[in-house]
């Protein structure tokens, strides 16, 4: 029997650490909680997605009373991506979050479907997707999915 070790590449930084064009990706992906639908869980979460042509798309999570018909906010920027501009590569993708109205202190990582769904973006366009989470004061920067799912699920 042998034992696999697998490692993830994470940078951590404080919002003033990021480039100008983070910053903005951030500042959007924080705005576009504020057009979340969440009454069930009070948990808000938005997601800015920046196209290779310059263009920002929002996205935030949807809840619905049947929770399987729920959609969360990366899915929902980056399908709205696809739907818009489906020849345009996503490059980079910034997450925010905030409970009961109060930003949360630990940056919000996607979950397992939304990584599944990031991963797909990547190999749609041939190309990592910079994935920028963000707590209250630190941001997780990925520089490809393949960091948060080791062990993708690919065709």
Not at 17 to 27: A, F, G, P
């Amino acid at each position: 029997m042998e034992q696999m070790k697998l490692s993830a590449k994470i940078t951590v930084c404080r919002y003033n650490e990021l480039s100008s064009d983070e910053k903005i990706l951030v500042d959007e992906a924080r705005a576009a909680l504020l057009a979340a639908y969440a009454p069930y869980s009070r948990f808000r979460v938005g997601a800015a997605a920046r196209l290779a042509d310059g263009r920002i798309v929002r996205g935030s999570n949807q809840e619905n009373a049947s929770f399987p018909a729920g959609l969360c906010a990366e899915r929902t920027a980056l399908f709205s991506a696809g739907a818009l501009a489906p020849d345009v590569p996503v490059e980079a993708i910034a997450l925010a979050a905030e409970a009961d109205g109060v930003p949360t202190l630990a940056p919000i990582t996607p979950c397992g479907i939304c990584r599944q769904v990031m991963l797909e973006t990547e190999n749609r366009y041939k190309k990592p997707l910079r994935i920028l989470m963000c707590g209250r004061d630190e941001v997780y920067i990925a520089s490809s999915v393949r960091d948060l799912l080791p062990l993708a699920f690919s065709l």
